[in-house]
């Protein structure tokens, strides 16, 4: 079942003979449960199509579906209680409130949300990405290995449905990086959520289930690579 498609978005910077395709007529579905890696070269649209896929951003032309409801259809305060209660992100730079404890920052989405969190899921969540002696110390006195579990772990905080990751290795050492990746599958495969990864690394790419290339903003591959 499709958790996610969009059908001939396009999205243009700039205006007359300046315009540029960010985007120019993708057309996709995102399987519920399923891992996607988007990849290319810079600038070839990867960060902007994931961000029009989350709602972070709305494409120039084009429309984009989250389960039965098309996110044209959402003002902005309802977009972002969708990101907030259905969405997660990760992203390559942390975006940790460093004033925070890491336990803070893990519980912020829920307590933005007004809601209470789930501690026994939280701590099986902190204890499974191992940074359970790491909670109560600040992001500054923490490695990056140990701030991006930290921003996983927040990112799952409210259950998602689905994860989206940008370029969530791209700061990390290569044995850091292995290990933020194999969570990041392993953590969705049990919660049953849908993952979509942006990287230009090919060896993080084939580690998905199903691979986009893209190139001047357009799909020029689309393949499987690997079963779960």
């Given at each position: 079942m499709d958790i996610l498609k969009c059908e001939h978005i396009t999205k243009l910077y700039g205006r007359g003979e300046g315009q540029i395709y960010a985007l120019n007529d993708i057309s996709l579905s995102i399987e519920q449960g399923s891992f996607t890696a988007i990849t290319g070269p810079s600038g070839s649209g990867k960060s902007t199509l994931l961000n029009m896929l989350s709602g972070l951003d709305r494409p120039t032309k084009g429309d984009i579906w989250f389960q039965e409801g098309k996110l044209s259809g959402y003002n902005d305060n309802q977009l972002s209680v969708l990101r907030r209660r259905r969405f997660g992100f990760v992203?390559?730079?942390?975006?940790?409130?460093?004033?925070?404890?890491?336990?803070?920052?893990?519980?912020?989405?829920?307590?933005?949300?007004?809601?209470?969190?789930d501690e026994a899921y939280l701590k099986r969540m902190v204890e499974a990405l191992g940074i359970g002696n790491r909670m109560d110390h600040l992001p500054g006195a923490m490695s990056g290995g140990q701030q991006q579990r930290v921003s996983i772990a927040r990112a799952l905080a409210n259950k998602p449905a689905i994860l989206f990751a940008d370029e969530p290795t791209g700061n990390l050492d290569g044995k850091s990086g292995r290990e933020v990746l194999s969570l990041l599958r392993s953590l969705s495969r049990e919660l049953g959520i849908t993952l979509i990864l942006v990287t230009h690394d090919l060896n993080v790419a084939e580690q998905a289930e199903r691979v986009l290339q893209l190139e001047d903003g357009r799909i020029a591959m689309d393949r499987g690579v690997k079963s779960a």
């Open positions: 992203f390559q730079n942390y975006n940790l409130v460093k004033e925070l404890t890491g336990w803070e920052n893990v519980l912020l989405p829920v307590m933005l949300d007004g809601r209470k969190p």
